[in-house]
């Protein structure tokens, strides 16, 4: 069994950069979305930031927060 790898330090001094943290993505009720998985939905719910309730015509999902695959229309 082997342990995961733990995450890369970065120091001020060296000559490569820290890969830039993406912004959190916000969405609002009513914001049309296209999912990498479920295609193209409707926010109808947000839950204090941490997951968003997408109603995608014949299903209703929570999708969790970051939203990766998931981008506003």
């Not at 009513?30 to 947000?46: E, F, K, N, S, Y």
């Not at 969790?64 to 229309?73: A, F, G, H, R, V």
Request: aromatic share 6%; net charge positive; proline share 8%.
């Amino acid at each position: 069994m082997t342990k995961p790898a733990a995450p890369k330090r970065y120091l001020s001094t060296s000559p490569f950069k820290a890969p830039a943290a993406s912004p959190l993505k916000h969405f609002d009720v009513g914001d049309r979305v296209t999912h990498d998985m479920h295609g193209l939905g409707r926010v109808i719910g947000i839950e204090d930031g941490v997951a968003a309730l997408v109603d995608f015509g014949s299903t209703q999902l929570r999708i969790l927060s970051p939203y990766t695959k998931m981008t506003k229309l």
